[in-house]
């Protein structure tokens, strides 16, 4: 069981450095687009609180699993449209356990009837390594890998651009800008590339009918590999409900498919991504997401206007 985990790990290194992400992939990328991009946060002009959970290369020991938290609001009581959103990216990679906190600022204002926004993040990189159960085999002295426990962290920023219509959406960010570098102890360090990540996506109703198709795009690159994501998106609404499913191809990657409900300010959804390499589907990847969202009426700023009414006694 530990030489298979040592395996793991070890493919599992080659396999980020290929992809050259430390962010995880979510299914559900259109749900958390304030996660890819800073300027997103607020764009619902709603509290909006989610957690996106993926459990991925099911079937494998000690394979990945991520787990992520964000809430984002418009800031009372503020003149303009400010916003502000916090979040929490905690992913487990074998023996290694890196967790991404990040503040994300937007600032947003009207633009060719819709609304344009920018935005930056500033976050926390956090990497831990345990090495208590790795076996070296006779390179058990290999003063490159730790044989306890290894941790670091060091500050990053990104920023972004978000443009909404109410036909359609579309933003570009970078994250991890600075290239943060985390030194692990004396002897070890972990380099965190950026990356670039571009979404659009539209709303179209079909007329006279309860149905509106909702195609979605995402890139994300480093510019030395790149991942595609065309989502093809159905909901249908009654009695107040909003149901939803469809699929996204990934050219090279995978298929994924998904469906969920949105009702009472609720949002429910799974997803589960085949991979179209040797794999397999039984080795696929599950995605979860679970999103509230409330109505920030109380705090608009302008005044309440009354009669003045004068009692006579």
Request: proline share 4%; with cysteine.
């Amino acid at each position: 069981m530990k030489k298979w985990l040592l395996i793991f790990v070890l493919n599992f290194c080659v396999f980020t450095a290929v992809d050259a992400q430390f962010d995880v992939h979510f299914t559900h990328y259109w749900q958390l687009k304030n996660f890819y991009n800073p300027a997103a946060a607020g764009e619902s002009d709603k509290m909006s609180a989610y957690m996106a959970y993926g459990n991925q290369l099911s079937g494998f020991d000690n394979n990945p699993k991520s787990t992520l938290l964000n809430i984002d609001a418009p800031i009372p009581f503020v003149r303009g449209d400010h916003n502000l959103g916090l979040g929490v990216l905690n992913d487990d990679i074998g023996l290694f356990t890196n967790q991404h906190l990040y503040i994300n600022y937007a600032y947003g204002f009207k633009l060719f009837g819709g609304r344009l926004a920018v935005g930056a993040q500033l976050g926390l990189v956090n990497c831990t390594f345990d090495g208590g159960d790795l076996i070296l085999g006779g390179e058990s002295n290999d003063p490159a890998f730790p044989s306890g426990k290894a941790d670091g962290n060091t500050f990053d920023f990104g920023a972004g651009v978000f443009y909404k219509h109410k036909h359609f959406y579309a933003g570009i960010s970078g994250i991890h800008l600075n290239a943060p570098l985390v030194l692990m102890g004396e002897k070890n360090e972990i380099q965190v590339d950026p990356y670039y990540n571009f979404t659009a996506g539209g709303n179209i109703p079909i007329k006279n009918t309860l149905i509106t198709v909702q195609p979605s795009l995402q890139v994300m690159t480093d510019f030395v590999s790149w991942r595609t994501d065309i989502t093809a998106r159905g909901t249908y609404s009654y009695d107040e409900k909003e149901y939803f499913g469809g699929f996204t191809y990934s050219p090279g990657t995978s298929v994924a498919l998904f469906i969920g409900i949105e009702m009472m300010n609720i949002t429910a959804s799974y997803g589960y991504e085949l991979f179209t390499s040797g794999i397999g589907a039984k080795n696929g990847s599950h995605d979860i997401f679970i999103g509230y969202s409330m109505n920030l009426d109380m705090f608009k700023k302008e005044k309440n206007k009354h009669n003045s009414i004068r009692i006579l006694q």
